[in-house]
């Protein structure tokens, strides 16, 4: 049995002229909730779509719970579970019918889950898919992922729409789901407070790469932010490996860095004769550090 | 499984428009069977034609249906999806060819519709529906559009076709057999279909909203020789065009909305300029077409009905722009007026190629003694003021936010339309001369309150 929910490796895809990824690799260990960053249009929904076989991909292979996403099996199909950033879902249908028209092609199907979930949510089984407002709907798009209770479950943007007592709810169900039982969760945001409230490994998408993959902690002990006071000026070029931001003014710098150690501080203050503080940052401003 | 299939057909039967004309079609088929039975040979012909007209938008719905199923995440990530779905969408197939055969068993012999020529009939028509759904919104619409009218009033009004079909039995076997084939791609297509397919973002789709995200998903052409000769006009403001904020006149402000859709009227154009030898050829040459030619007045429906639904589907998908369109500096009033304005331009423009290429250039080519007739070019008259009827009341029906009226004024506008099409050229000139100029006060006071309608609007 593959150790992977989701193994890239050597993944490029052009949309027309437009390389959108290139030579990308990443490995999605299983039962882990795995956050996906990046900038607008750095091609986070190009990604999770190729993972998913829903676009092909020029060169590089992939593998989805060990099958190829260009031609899943059916029994895959039975154990992935997709939010896309935005749905088309039938206007006539109410609710109900389409949990049931969803429901039929799953041989298991947690009726009790669907039913709880909705009632959370405050959605009626008996509204029209077409009356729903943008935030209902996706709640709905969630809670037909979540029915037949897939091993993988993949989201682009889920809460984009969700006001933020459903956010908070659909936080609470992904750390349910993965705690009740061996579940994978992928998916990118924008909003990183979330991210960080759940995931425990993040990738970071950027230039058509993957800029940093690992355990969330490892991130954050590797990106810093460090505030140094020297006693003389401080001169213009700063021989700091991995440095990644730096603000001088006269005696004073703030610089960001990335692949921080302590004995970086150490060596600093030798150089400089300076005091230095280190600050640790949270996700979203190493995301602002990485993205400069 | 079954309740999987069970849940896909009960999809379709949920589909208002589908549940309609199913019913519709199903109506049809009974009653020409009564109508038979009771020796109503003429009602029993008519009852066929609901019949055969609810089949085809029965296909065209079923194709619309089959995209918007098929090119979506789920037909490649739900178990089984793609399979079952076009089984249950060929079940229908099967179902309405057999339903046509059913209803054909046992008919007497006067009856000209026979099992062959039906069935070829079907196929093409299922196949040209097909391929409408499949060629969707491309800048080819309008031409589409067109084609598919052709071919339906040629076929439900030129008993000819019928004849054509049933005595030859290679064009009833090349019918078959390019339908089958075709429909066959179909499903190899949709089988495989991913969104980096150029078809993909094409949907049919409903709301217009949908329809307007799957343009942008799409993104501008490239620049290619194509493009050169069918591409858009340059934008308003540059090079000699002036900006709207500098045109003046509201026949020129008219024209700059228009500028819009420019690029499929020019495509018409130039489609219809290069077909015609060839059109011209085909009705020379295709001796059975006569009577239908000759029968200039039961076209009808073709000459009034057809320009004002390329007009209306061109303009469609402009209105929900019309939100953002007035955030510019525009005032409301004349903006909508403008817009009316480049409609009913489009409107006289599709209907005069509608007579030139229906009316004056077979006449030409088969010196049809009705065309130096008074009672042919009234007649003319009266499809055009009946376009601008039609054309007002659907735009005064767009306006309308509830759905029951909104029906009630299309059964009215469905009756009096039939009623034109069979009485209207059996009046005297006379009569023909007051209706057409009734058509046009009518039309004139639907316009009016479209207007004030529209400029009421929330936007």
């Not at chain 1, 997709?82 to 947690?110: C, E, G, M």
């Not at chain 2, 909203?209 to 799409?218: E, G, H, M, P, T």
């Not at chain 2, 050169?228 to 065009?241: C, H, M, N, Y």
């Amino acid at each position: 049995m593959a150790d992977f929910a989701i193994e890239m490796k050597n993944v490029s895809k052009e949309l027309g002229r437009k390389k959108v990824l290139r030579d990308l690799s990443l490995a999605i260990p299983k039962g882990s909730v795995f956050g996906l960053l990046g900038k607008n249009g750095a091609g986070k929904t190009t990604l999770i779509k190729c993972a998913l076989g829903l676009v092909r991909i020029q060169a590089g292979g992939i593998t989805v719970l060990g099958d190829d996403p260009g031609n899943l099996h059916e029994d895959t199909k039975q154990k992935l579970g997709y939010v896309p950033q935005s749905d088309r879902i039938y206007p006539w249908l109410s609710v109900k019918q389409i949990i049931n028209y969803t429901a039929s092609f799953y041989s298991h199907w947690n009726d009790q889950l669907v039913h709880s979930l909705l009632n959370d949510w405050d959605l009626d089984s008996n509204d029209k898919v077409g009356l729903l407002s943008e935030g209902q709907a996706q709640m709905l798009m969630i809670i037909l992922a979540l029915g037949h209770e897939p091993q993988l479950l993949i989201f682009d943007e889920p809460v984009a729409s969700l006001d933020p007592a459903a956010r908070r709810q659909f936080l609470k169900t992904i750390l349910k789901i993965v705690s009740d039982r061996e579940c994978t969760v992928f998916f990118s945001t924008h909003i990183t407070s979330d991210l960080e409230r759940v995931a425990d490994r993040v990738a970071l998408l950027k230039d058509d790469k993957i800029d940093f993959c690992g355990e969330l902690d490892v991130l954050k002990d590797e990106v810093k932010r460090l505030r140094i006071v020297a006693p003389v000026d401080i001169s213009e070029e700063l021989n700091i490996s991995g440095l990644i931001f730096c603000e001088r003014s006269h005696h004073e710098a703030i610089i960001s860095v990335r692949g921080f150690k302590p004995e970086m501080k150490i060596a600093i203050e030798k150089q400089l004769k300076a005091e230095i503080e280190v600050e640790d940052l949270n996700l979203e401003e190493i995301f602002l550090e990485l993205n400069r | 499984m079954i309740k999987n299939i069970k849940q896909i057909i009960l999809l379709y039967l949920r589909n208002p428009a589908f549940s309609l004309i199913l019913g519709i079609y199903l109506s049809g088929a009974v009653s020409s069977r009564y109508f038979l039975y009771k020796r109503d040979f003429f009602m029993s012909e008519e009852a066929f034609t609901f019949m055969f007209l609810s089949v085809i938008c029965l296909a065209y719905i079923m194709g619309v249906q089959i995209k918007r199923q098929l090119a979506n995440y789920r037909a490649s990530l739900l178990p089984h999806y793609r399979k079952r779905h076009l089984g249950v969408s060929s079940l229908w197939y099967v179902l309405f060819i057999l339903f046509a055969f059913l209803w054909e068993k046992s008919l007497p012999p006067s009856i000209i519709f026979t099992r062959a020529g039906l069935t070829g009939i079907y196929l093409a028509c299922l196949c040209v529906a097909m391929l409408i759904t499949w060629v969707g919104y491309l800048s080819l619409v309008r031409v589409f559009l067109v084609l598919y009218f052709a071919v339906l009033i040629l076929a439900i009004q030129s008993q000819s076709i019928f004849h054509m079909i049933d005595n030859t039995p290679w064009l009833n076997g090349f019918f078959l057999f390019l339908s089958l084939v075709m429909l066959l791609l179909f499903g190899i297509r949709m089988m495989k279909l991913k969104e980096g397919n150029f078809e993909y973002s094409y949907l049919l789709t409903w709301p217009p909203k949908d329809l307007i995200k799957s343009q942008f998903a799409v993104g501008p052409q490239k620049p290619g020789f194509l493009s050169v000769i069918f591409g858009d006009l340059p934008a308003a403001g540059e090079g000699k065009t002036k900006k709207y904020t500098e045109k003046r006149s509201m026949l020129s402000r008219a024209f700059h909305w228009d500028y819009i859709e420019l690029a499929e009227l020019k495509l018409f154009w130039i489609f219809l300029a290069l077909l015609t030898p060839f059109y011209l050829w085909f009705v020379k040459m295709a001796n059975e077409l006569h009577l239908f030619y000759n029968n200039t007045y039961a076209n009808f429906l073709l000459l009034s009905v057809t320009p004002v639904l390329i007009v209306i589907c061109g303009n469609y998908r402009r209105i929900v722009f019309w939100g953002y369109e007035l955030l510019k500096p525009v005032k409301k009033e004349p903006f909508i007026l403008q817009h009316g304005f480049a409609m009913l331009m489009n409107l006289l423009l599709y209907w005069f190629l509608f007579i030139l290429f229906f009316s004056i250039l077979p006449g030409l080519v088969l010196e049809n003694p009705f065309l130096n007739e008074l009672k042919y070019w009234l007649y003319l008259f009266l499809t055009g003021s009946y376009a601008f009827v039609v054309f007002a009341w659907i735009s005064y029906m767009s306006s309308l936010k509830s759905t029951r009226l909104m029906i009630l004024n299309g059964l009215v506008l469905c009756l009096l339309s039939l009623l034109q099409f069979y009485e209207a050229a059996n009046f005297p000139r006379f009569i023909i001369l007051t209706n057409s100029t009734v058509c046009l006060l009518i039309g004139g006071i639907f316009i009016q309150a479209t207007y004030r309608r529209w400029c009421r609007a929330e936007f």
